[in-house]
């Protein structure tokens, strides 16, 4: 099956600048995750949708930060206006096929690799 | 507050040998762990899930054990080889978040396997 899919790759911006990311989870599965990898440091979960409604955004920076996941399938993380301590990877994973099989584990993306400069 | 540790410093052993990382937490009683597995440049990837009623689980060449009196994982690696080389992350539920699959990661510990 295809993995989770993530474009772009790598984005640098200057700061005030905004940026979006774009997130495909894998098909079927209705959670899928936001995080934040802080270079040295383990992923920090943003936020998390199950199927199109967001489950918890408790650590999303809201006043900057917005995700949206429309259809209960692809998403999208955006940052508006972007500061210099925003520069981290931001990975999306996804779990839970919609089959009915409970699943824990997660499968990630590649993420995307955010430069603010 | 809650809080998970892992050795910071770079773990460096001879291939071969086993290769032993700990995953402690605190404040905390999670009802599963996983371990993940993340090289440079990529995603995590999923290795081992471990049950709070289990003590040891084995896959292949990896073992993990869950002391939840001591608070504690270990994740074992035998006869290691240069390809184990990378980051390990340990993860824990949250409490509370009922069946949401929801996870707090360690730092990683990072492993260097030499030839």
């Known amino acids: 099956e295809a993995g989770v899919a993530q474009s772009p790759r790598y984005k640098i911006i200057e700061k005030r600048q905004s940026v979006a990311f774009w997130c495909n989870p894998i098909?079927?599965?209705?959670?899928l995750y936001w995080y934040q990898q802080i270079l040295g440091q383990g992923p920090k979960l943003l936020i998390q949708?199950?199927?199109?409604?967001?489950?918890?955004d408790s650590q999303l920076p809201k006043d900057r930060f917005s995700a949206e996941r429309l259809k209960g399938v692809d998403s999208t993380l955006k940052i508006q206006p972007a500061k210099l301590e925003d520069s981290a990877v931001y990975l999306c994973?996804?779990?839970?096929?919609?089959?009915?099989?409970?699943?824990?584990?997660?499968?990630f993306g590649p993420g995307t690799r955010l430069t603010v400069t | 507050s809650q809080k998970i540790e892992q050795n910071s410093e770079a773990l460096n052993i001879q291939e071969g040998k086993t290769a032993t990382l700990t995953c402690n937490y605190t404040n905390y009683s999670p009802a599963y762990l996983q371990w993940y597995r993340q090289d440079p440049g990529r995603g995590p990837v999923f290795l081992l899930l471990i049950r709070e009623n289990e003590k040891e689980k084995r896959k292949e060449r990896l073992k993990v054990t869950f002391d939840t009196t001591l608070k504690q994982s270990l994740f074992h690696i035998t006869a290691s080889q240069p390809a184990d080389s990378a980051t390990y992350l340990c993860?824990?539920?949250?409490?509370?978040?009922?069946?949401?699959?929801?996870?707090?990661f360690g730092q990683g510990t990072t492993l260097q396997v030499k030839p």
């Open positions: 098909s079927g599965h209705a959670t």
């Open positions: 994973a996804s779990s839970f096929p919609t089959s009915g099989r409970v699943s824990y584990e997660q499968y």
């Open positions: 949708f199950q199927n199109n409604g967001v489950v918890d």
């Open positions: 993860a824990l539920d949250i409490p509370g978040s009922g069946n949401t699959g929801k996870l707090i």
